[in-house]
């Protein structure tokens, strides 16, 4: 049985891009377009692995990322970060919210900057669909 | 005793019933009585002791009686003499009088005009005590004032002298007579060759120099002092030294009396100012850089991703698939295309066109242009214009393009907008005393605090891959190159209001037909 992941970019290619690598190695992909939407999805439909874009309209990466590592329920979902920004950005967008909560807050799983290299995406993806 | 009335006081006169007569009244009245029967004998007294008065009668043996006056005038100027002459010997009188003897009784005499002249005496003896303590005062308070004017010149001088700014002070014709170090810093001149040698014509540039020259010979109506400005002065190594100068004409009763300069030195704060602005262009040019890579890379994964997506599809024979990938290259080609479009019209070297042009024809030529699109989308396009407007100098063509880009953000507002029926895009113009007022709002989508701060930079855009977000950022360009400013208002959900200012009062910098004439072949 092929493992759910949940794309959430604002950008509808890098959706229909990403899928189209991931449903190659058997995944079901499903797109949120923000962060709202994709905690709506996260919500109904537990997801095993969230593709996870910083920079987008509503609720941002970097806001929907603290979410949902400070969540009991969601904080064991592994998320890859696939963003235009690099690593060290992102890494101090979160420093700087962290402010708002006590807790720390864990590095993603897998930071990959944009554009994905399909057979280096694929191969860091099989690390949390085995 | 009355404190007031001189102690001691001596009668000369040879009649010895008379003397003894004086004796008695004086000493009754409070005196201390001397007495002397001629001329010598008296002159001695007067040599050895004091007297405040002498009566002194003018008939002696021995010497003369005016002998005796002139003695003690000499010897004891603050001896006031009464004279006793003979009835009748008015002459004598006067010549007395001459002599400085302060009062004189004839003979025979009565107790009340010896009374009368002693008071007299005593008064004049009170007058001369004032006068002489005044006087001394006087001196005291005078020699006060000179050591206070002499402190406060030294404080003044002091005061110039350690002034950060240079100070120039000249006399009435231009003579240089005040130079203090700030001066030396600046102009390199020693103040031994300035001081007293040379005039403000060797040291002020030329205009700043005539003008002063002008108002201290009060040739024309002196007018407003010369307020602060940037000038640049060339010192005695002929270096050309930016400073602030101000200068004033020192006016006294009316009269011109001499003239002063203030110059501050602004070679440090040029330096900064050129080293922020390199470094805010660097910065600047590194964000811009920074910028144009991200937007690039965006596009990069829109080709990449559409050229895998339509290799998986040809792969799987999936149509459907194939097309959507296809569709993906097309989007980011034109991306691509659009982004070149806008840097090179930003970056564009077109020196702007100024000339007398309508405001309201350009609004009007907009909203044709805008029109067909605004009806396709069924959105009510308005302009509310006042009919009033002045022509003022603008480049038309910067214009245009600014109010384009305005209008057509508006109606893309309303487009992604909510889902109603009233949209509407309204066009105003109005004007103030000093300015041009064109106001373009929409009742669309509105903004909310974190995109309206960054509005104004480069390749922020909400428009999902449409727009470069380099449509405002040259709006603001064109307006801050007329001078005026550009503001905007807007509420999210609600809609949003840019309100353009331009000032009326910028001249026109070439000559040039109304605008609208020539304006058919603008594209």
């Known amino acids: 049985m092929g493992k759910a992941v949940l794309i959430v970019d604002d950008d509808p290619d890098i959706i229909l891009y990403v899928s189209t690598i991931l449903e190659k190695i058997g995944c079901h992909t499903s797109g949120a377009k923000n962060g709202e939407e994709a905690m709506n999805k996260i919500k109904q439909n537990r997801p095993d692995l969230i593709i996870l874009d910083v920079v987008m309209p509503l609720l941002s990466g970097v806001k929907l ?13 592994p998320i890859i970060i696939l963003s235009g920004i690099s690593k060290q950005t992102f890494l101090d967008s979160q420093e700087a919210l962290s402010e708002f909560t006590d807790q720390p807050i864990p590095e993603p799983s897998a930071y990959v900057e944009k554009p994905p290299e399909p057979e280096q995406f694929t191969k860091i993806v099989q690390r949390f669909v085995q | 005793m009355d404190p007031e009335k001189p102690r001691k006081i001596l009668v000369v006169e040879d009649d010895s019933d008379m003397l003894l007569g004086l004796k008695k009244l004086l000493t009754k009245e409070g005196y201390e009585v001397e007495t002397s029967g001629d001329g010598i004998q008296a002159s001695e007294l007067v040599r050895k002791n004091f007297y405040s008065i002498v009566l002194l009668d003018l008939k002696l043996p021995g010497i003369d009686g005016f002998e005796v006056l002139k003695l003690i005038k000499e010897t004891r100027p603050d001896s006031e003499v009464i004279i006793i002459t003979g009835h009748g010997n008015l002459d004598t009188a006067i010549q007395a009088l001459k002599l400085n003897a302060s009062d004189f009784i004839t003979k025979p005499f009565m107790k009340e005009a010896i009374l009368i002249a002693l ?84 040291l002020y540039p030329a205009p700043i120099a005539e003008k002063i020259q002008r108002d201290l010979a009060g040739q024309i109506a002196p007018d407003k002092p010369l307020g602060w400005k940037e000038i640049t002065i060339s010192n005695r190594q002929g270096e050309e030294i930016p400073v602030r100068f101000s200068g004033n004409i020192i006016r006294s009763n009316g009269g011109t009396i001499g003239s002063v300069g203030f110059f501050h030195d602004l070679r440090q704060v040029k330096k900064l100012e050129q080293e922020l602005i390199r470094s805010e262009r660097q910065a600047a040019i590194g964000q811009t850089m920074a910028s144009i890579a991200h937007y690039i890379k965006n596009i990069l994964s829109g080709l990449q991703g559409g050229i895998y997506v339509a290799n998986t599809a040809l792969e ?93 953000n508006a109606l893309d507002a309303c487009i992604s907008g909510r889902e109603r029926d009233d949209l509407e895009v309204k066009i105003t113009t109005a004007q103030s005393n000093k300015s ?13 605090e974190e995109v309206k701060k960054q509005l104004f930079t480069s390749f922020f855009s909400t428009k999902k ?59």
Request: aromatic share 6%; no cysteine.
């Open chain 2, 436 to 448: 041009l007022i064109i106001e373009v709002s929409d009742n669309g989508a509105g903004m909310d």
């Open chain 2, 119 to 202: 008071q007299r005496a005593n008064e004049k003896i009170a007058i001369k005590k004032k006068l002489k303590e005044y006087t001394e005062t006087l001196e005291i308070k005078v020699q006060a004032a000179i050591v206070e004017i002499v402190r406060r010149q030294e404080f003044e001088r002091r005061l110039i002298q350690s002034s950060i700014d240079g100070i120039v002070g000249s006399d009435g014709e231009g003579k240089i007579v005040i130079y203090n170090e700030a001066a030396e810093d600046i102009f390199g001149f020693p103040p031994a060759e300035v001081l007293q040698k040379i005039n403000i014509n060797a």
């Open chain 2, 316 to 408: 799987k024979n999936d149509m459907d698939r194939f097309k959507a990938g296809w569709e993906m290259l097309q989007k980011n080609t034109n991306r691509i295309t659009t982004l070149v479009k806008d840097l090179l019209n930003y970056s564009r070297a077109r020196d702007p066109e100024y000339r007398m042009a309508s405001v309201n024809e350009i609004v009007q030529e907009v909203q044709n242009l805008i029109e067909p699109r605004a009806r396709e989308y069924n959105i009510k396009l308005t302009r509310n214009l006042d009919p009033n407007l002045p022509p003022i100098s603008l480049d038309p063509q910067g214009i245009h393009n600014a109010l384009l880009n305005l209008v057509s």
């Open chain 1, 65 to 77: 990322y603290r979410d949902l590592k400070v969540s009991e329920k969601f904080k064991s979902i």
């Open chain 2, 465 to 523: 891959g449409k727009g470069t977000g380099l449509g405002l950022l040259t709006t603001h360009k064109i307006i801050q190159e007329h001078r005026g400013t550009i503001a905007v208002k807007s509420e999210k959900g609600k809609g949003s209001t840019f309100i353009i200012e331009l000032p009326k009062a910028e001249k026109a910098m070439n000559k040039g037909g109304q605008y609208g004439k020539s304006g058919s072949d603008r594209r």
